[in-house]
């Protein structure tokens, strides 16, 4: 099972939206409604953003969203802010691996 | 309050064996998946295989199976990932986390919301 596929790189000046997309298959993205995001800092465990494409758990900021279209999900950032300069990771449930779970390759986010 | 407790940072050389432990607090350990996860410096996350304590159902990775042990012990709500033979190419950080739900379903695994705080495991020589 090859990991979805993120930029290594997204970037944007405070106040800006930014989007970070995660590109799949029928077999994983496109065609399930299982799909997170994670945010990781320096040092830290990563942390969940999004679950089931777009649903914010407690505490998460809206200005983090989810959606999903085809093959490929996205998570945007509006108004960004300097903390949300960390790396950021999607998964998505598998139907191509014996643990159903798969990661994206991961994208930095710099805040300019 | 849910916590995921990790044993310390190893430094181990090649060849030797290791086991490192992941204790869950503050909820059903039973009920609910266990997730390991490992990051090799600067990369990206990779699963590495879950294991569900209530029945010891386990599940892993294509690239870690037969590298890798994943086993619990309910009794004292703690999983635990462990190598026989480590390799330079282990040295990483390996991360255990749970999902949100309570159920055997395995596609509750996507969403992991509670995380240990990592063991860093160096293999050198």
């Known amino acids: 099972q090859s990991a979805l596929t993120q930029p290594a790189s997204v970037s944007g000046s405070p106040g800006q939206s930014i989007t970070i997309s995660c590109t799949g298959t029928s077999s994983d993205v496109g065609g399930y409604n299982y799909v997170s995001w994670y945010q990781q800092h320096p040092g830290k465990a990563p942390k969940l953003m999004i679950y089931?494409?777009?649903n914010r758990p407690s505490g998460v900021s809206n200005r983090f969203s989810g959606s999903k279209s085809g093959n490929t999900a996205s998570l945007t950032i509006s108004g960004l802010q300097a903390e949300d300069e960390a790396d950021y990771y999607c998964?998505?449930?598998?139907?191509?691996?014996?643990?159903?779970?798969?990661f994206g390759t991961g994208t930095k986010v710099t805040v300019l | 309050e849910v916590q995921l407790v990790q044993s310390g940072a190893e430094v181990k050389k090649p060849g030797e064996s290791l086991k490192i432990s992941c204790k869950g607090s503050?909820?059903?350990?039973?009920?609910?998946?266990i997730g390991w996860v490992r990051q090799m410096p600067g990369k990206g996350l990779e699963w590495m295989g879950i294991?569900?304590?209530?029945?010891?159902?386990?599940r892993y990775s294509p690239s870690f199976q037969g590298q890798v042990t994943i086993s619990a012990d309910k009794s004292i709500s703690t999983a635990y990932l462990q190598w026989s033979s480590l390799k330079a190419s282990d040295t990483a950080m390996y991360y255990c986390a749970r999902p949100p739900y309570p159920t055997k379903d395995i596609v509750v695994v996507v969403a992991l919301d509670y995380w240990g705080q990592g063991t860093l495991v160096t293999v050198s020589s």
């Open positions: 294991i569900y304590p209530g029945d010891s159902d386990t």
């Open positions: 089931d494409v777009s």
């Open positions: 998964s998505s449930y598998t139907s191509s691996s014996t643990l159903e779970s798969v």
């Open positions: 503050g909820y059903s350990f039973t009920s609910y998946w």
